[in-house]
């Protein structure tokens, strides 16, 4: 389990980061999604902070608020795991139960006073992660997409 991301207090200058659950396709229980926070791109997986988990389950809300500290580059890693029945051979039958993941590296400089709103969508195999700027209804300025072969600096 990982600590939770240090988000500033209401009084102290802040952006927001409005995270929203996204259905995976083909999957029994919905998808989870699970967000985590980076100080830069090479930082190591023990050091993540949790922006938190929005799901399709109990216990779990398909929406979240965090409060970002502002100019400061972060980055995020979202990671979105379901449970799906899959055509596979690989455990002995046409159909099984099979774990579809997508997982998404991003960064950018949140700007205090300003919402963001980030959400995964994906098919279960492949996906994308979106950033929006919703004070001004576009992609965070900012953004930064990297490939996971980019941060192999991480293990």
């Not at 922006?51 to 972060?74: M, P, S, T």
């Not at 709103?117 to 953004?143: C, E, F, V």
């Amino acid at each position: 389990m990982y600590p939770s991301y240090p988000s500033p207090e209401e009084s102290q200058p802040h952006a927001k980061l409005h995270i929203v659950w996204s259905q995976m396709p083909n999957v029994m229980f919905g998808g989870t999604q699970m967000l985590y926070a980076f100080d830069t791109a090479c930082q190591p997986d023990a050091q993540a902070k949790s922006l938190g988990v929005v799901a399709d389950k109990i216990g779990f809300d398909k929406e979240r608020l965090v409060r970002l500290q502002g100019g400061k580059e972060l980055v995020i890693r979202v990671r979105g795991v379901g449970s799906a029945l899959a055509p596979s051979y690989s455990c002995g039958a046409q159909t099984c139960i099979s774990t579809p993941e997508c997982t998404n590296f991003l960064s950018f400089k949140p700007e205090a006073g300003r919402t963001y709103r980030i959400q995964q969508i994906t098919d279960g195999a492949q996906g994308t992660t979106l950033l929006t700027d919703t004070s001004a209804n576009r992609p965070a300025p900012s953004l930064r997409r990297y490939a996971a072969s980019e941060l192999a600096c991480r293990k």
